[in-house]
């Protein structure tokens, strides 16, 4: 079984930056492609970004690219969702998910945490 937990979720301005973190932990694979999405209030959960096992391949969704950054630490079995130019659009549950096989959109991840809160302000 796999745990995720994310971090770093907090009240930021617009415009600003963040780091969320989602440490991996209970049966820990390099092989495991993770993935990050979110749930803005009374919307359907949506793709943000995804990373495969090795690193080498990483795909973001329209609303993201140029501005958030998908990256992960084997050695700390951690991977990270840096957001910059925030928008007041970003506010959501930002969930990490973790999984064998998926695709460009995230599909397929199965394992979830339970999510880091990420409000921007004007």
């Known amino acids: 079984q796999v745990q995720l937990v994310e971090s770093g979720g907090r009240l930021a301005q617009a415009g600003g930056s963040l780091r969320l973190s989602c440490v991996e932990s209970?049966?820990?694979?390099?092989?495991?492609?993770m993935g990050w999405f979110r749930q803005a209030p009374g919307k359907d959960r949506e793709f943000v970004a995804v990373?495969?096992?090795?690193?080498?391949?990483?795909y973001y969704a329209d609303s993201v690219k140029g501005r958030f950054t998908i990256s992960r630490d084997a050695g700390k079995n951690t991977v990270y969702l840096q957001m910059s130019s925030l928008k007041i659009e970003d506010t959501a549950v930002y969930y990490c998910?973790?999984?064998?096989?998926?695709?460009?959109?995230?599909?397929?991840?199965?394992?979830w945490g339970k999510g880091t809160l990420v409000t921007v302000s004007s």
């Open positions: 990373i495969s096992g090795a690193g080498s391949a990483i």
């Open positions: 998910a973790a999984g064998l096989v998926t695709n460009r959109a995230g599909n397929g991840l199965e394992y």
């Open positions: 209970g049966r820990p694979s390099r092989l495991y492609a």
